[in-house]
């Protein structure tokens, strides 16, 4: 069943989930200005606290017909079945997800119902679809593995363990894809990344969230012992990684995307403080690392994640580029020049605006 990818499939009807997203929304403003590919993007997304049109400003008035926004949601399959038809969607990368780990904890129902139900209606629609249909890729998570002691890293081959709600959640929607496929004949892709960070992350996440509470002077607060380790993947590397997948991957297979920057949280929290004080030194002149402010760790924590991605490397020719000490000060960097999105989140601003829009 194994096909490789042939160089010259294109895809005209793209449909993107959770594009206004984080990840999503790198991965469409990338797409469109790629000149390599020449279709329309469809971005489907339910607008979760999550989910911010901000992130696209600009899109839809330069590229015109080549983007479409849907408010949808993936658990409402009529819907989902309708927007496919009217677009003639002919292939998914489906980014939507419930997607930080605390929530899972606190709240885990949602991320049953998106990240397991709403992968299964997407599968169901496409598969229906028949022949029309060239591609499901499927972004998920190295937290899918478990995790790590100090030594060894995660292959596509290591067995899941997952450890939170979130993971879980994902594990299952991996193993939905993966039975489509197999079951099925579904053509599917599938990437598990480590910790992404950039651009138009929202601030819930360790990296924005240490930036904007160092910036008010408010506590850093770090989890544990601050020895957890987390490999970081700069965004844009990540959707490179996930569009030569799509492009040139081998059908039904699963690609593992690394950042090469294995790093302890609390040595990152160092490093933000630092980059802020040399740029944006606080106003009282003290350093910002005594913001740091040690808490209760999250319960079932995993120690440390790490990627092992000769596969993609070695198959397809892809590495990261960025460095994670040019990413970080990058990403610092774009936090203090977005004044005004950090501003429409911490007010809230984005939902109400939101709501008048989209309903
Ligand atoms: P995000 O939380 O920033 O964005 C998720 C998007 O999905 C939002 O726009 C939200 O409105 C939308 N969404 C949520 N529920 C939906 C639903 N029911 N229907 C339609 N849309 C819905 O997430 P992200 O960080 O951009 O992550 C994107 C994907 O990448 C997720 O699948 C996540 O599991 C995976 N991933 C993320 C990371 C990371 O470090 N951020 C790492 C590995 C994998
Ligand atoms: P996070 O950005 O939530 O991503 P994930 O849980 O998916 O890895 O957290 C990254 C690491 O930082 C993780 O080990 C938990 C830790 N962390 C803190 O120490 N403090 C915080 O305020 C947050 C949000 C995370």
Partial sequence: MKTKRKSEVGFSNLLVTGGCGFIGSNFIRNLLNDTTFSGRIINLDKLTYAGNPENLEGIAADFGPRYV????????????????????????????????????????????????????????????????????????????????????LFREDTPYRPNSPYSASKAASDHLVRAYYKTFGLPATISNCSNNY?????????????????????????????KNVRDWLYV????????????????????????????????????????????????????RRQLITFVSDRPGHDRRYAIDFTKLKAELGWSPRESFKSGLRQTVRWYLNQKKWVEN??????QSWMKEQYG
């Fill in 69 to 152: 926004f849907q408010k949808v949601d993936i658990c409402d399959a009529a819907k989902l079945e309708k927007v496919f038809g009217e677009h003639d969607i002919d292939a998914v990368c489906h980014f939507a997800a419930e997607s930080h780990v605390d929530r899972s904890i606190k709240d885990p129902g949602s991320f049953i119902q998106t990240n397991i139900v709403g992968t299964f209606n997407l599968l169901e629609i496409a598969k229906a679809r028949g022949d029309k249909f060239k591609l499901f890729h499927h972004v998920s998570t190295d937290e899918v593995y478990g995790s790590l002691g100090a030594e060894g």
């Fill in 198 to 226: 950039g651009p138009y992350q929202f601030p819930e996440k360790l990296i924005p969230l240490v930036i904007l509470n160092a910036l008010e002077g408010k506590p850093l607060p770090v989890y544990g012992d601050g």
């Fill in 236 to 287: 844009e590397d990540h959707c490179d990684a996930i569009w030569t997948i799509m492009t040139s991957g081998v059908i039904g297979e699963t690609y593992n995307v690394g950042g090469n920057a294995e790093m302890e949280n609390i040595l990152i929290v160092q490093l933000i403080c630092d980059i802020l004080d040399e740029i944006k030194p606080a106003t009282d002149g003290k350093p």
């Fill in 345 to 350: 989140i911490k007010t809230g601003a984005y």
